[in-house]
Nanobody, 124 residues
C-alpha cells in the first residue's frame, strides 16, 4: 500500500502562481512514477502531468504545457507541481497519484494510489 498526501492549494488571481506538493509513503513495489490530475465541478477527472521515476522525464497535458512544470527531489517519492500563468479554467481539485508499473500514464485508470485532493481556485 502507498499513502499519498497533497498540499499547497489555495486561491490565486489569474496570472498568478501556485506550487502543489505531493508526498507518498509505503511500499512502492511495482510503481513507476507520480502523476497529477484535476477535476472541476461537473467535469471528468483529467490528466495534468506525469513524472517518471525511472527516466526523470515529465509529460504534460496540452492545456498546461509551458505553464506547469513537474519536479521531484532526490527521494523519488515526492513531487511538486509548479503552476504559473494560472487561468480561471485551471480551477479544480488537484489530485496526486502513484502510477502502477505498466499503467497508462495519461489515464486515471493507470494509477492505483490517490491523495485526497487539494482545491485550486483561480479568480478572474
Amino acid at each position: 500500500q502507498v499513502q499519498v498526501v497533497e498540499s499547497g492549494g489555495g486561491l490565486v488571481q489569474a496570472g498568478g502562481s501556485l506550487k502543489l506538493s505531493c508526498a507518498a509513503s509505503g511500499n512502492f513495489f511495482r510503481t513507476s512514477g507520480m502523476g497529477w490530475f484535476r477535476q472541476a465541478p461537473g467535469k471528468e477527472r483529467e490528466f495534468v502531468g506525469f513524472l517518471s521515476w525511472r527516466t526523470g522525464d515529465a509529460y504534460y497535458a496540452d492545456s498546461v504545457k509551458g505553464r506547469f512544470s513537474l519536479s521531484s527531489d532526490s527521494a523519488k517519492n515526492t513531487a511538486s507541481l509548479q503552476m504559473n500563468s494560472l487561468r480561471p479554467e485551471d480551477t479544480a481539485v488537484y489530485y496526486c497519484a502513484v502510477r502502477r508499473l505498466g499503467g497508462t500514464w495519461y489515464a486515471a485508470t493507470g494509477y492505483d494510489y490517490w491523495g485526497q485532493g487539494t482545491q485550486v481556485t483561480v479568480s478572474s
